[in-house]
């Protein structure tokens, strides 16, 4: 029913979209009710974005995507655990992504709090520990601008994460299948600015 997408030619759909958003001309393709008949029976997304929970960071929007485009999993801080990994190994191995997407963003609170360490209810602190690392290696390198800087290795330590998780995951890197990279999104802008990993 679908063509899949290769790795590059999604990286290129999302940088497109992308652009189209900041510069203000989305084509909003894929949202009419021809394309919910279309996806109603099976699914296809040419990538999946592993994001941040933050409500002004709708992925869909920001990337000028559609009903059945992007496979997605959010979280506060994109941290990963046992279900994330599932759910973004169940969009490569049985829906066919080959682009998986960390998408941190500018002015994170979950990477904040990290920073500062204050006392946070419940499970919030599970987030707070997962994100702790990065804000550890960013002080020791970055400390003028800390919370960039963490925000930053935030992203990068969850793209080598992803990138190592065996079983899936890391064999499909391993045979260049599937490309993890990271990227970050600019609350002031809109842009997204893919990393260098």
């Known amino acids: 029913m679908f063509a899949q997408t290769s790795a590059e030619e999604a990286l290129t759909k999302l940088k497109q979209g992308n652009e189209r958003f900041v510069q203000g001309k989305s084509i909003r393709p894929h949202q009419d009710l021809n394309r919910i008949k279309e996806v109603a029976a099976a699914q296809s997304p040419f990538a999946t974005i592993v994001g941040c929970s933050d409500s002004r960071v709708p992925n869909e929007i920001i990337f000028d995507q559609g009903v059945g485009d992007l496979f997605i999993v959010r979280t506060a801080g994109q941290v990963s655990t046992y279900a994330s990994w599932g759910s973004i190994e169940f969009a490569e191995e049985l829906l066919g992504t080959k682009l998986i997407v960390v998408l941190g963003h500018t002015q994170c609170g979950a990477v904040n ?34 919370l ?31 490309k993890i990279l990271g990227a970050l999104y600019h609350l002031d802008t809109g842009k997204v600015e893919f990393l260098n990993q």
């Open 113 to 146: 709090a990290a920073v500062k360490l204050p006392e946070v209810p419940g499970h919030i602190v599970t987030l707070i520990n997962a994100i702790k690392p990065a804000v550890e290696k960013a002080r020791e390198q970055h400390p003028a601008d800390l």
């Open 148 to 178: 960039d800087a963490a925000i930053r290795e935030n992203i990068r330590l969850q793209v080598e994460q992803l990138k190592s998780l065996e079983p899936t995951l890391a064999k499909r890197v391993r045979e260049g299948s599937v």
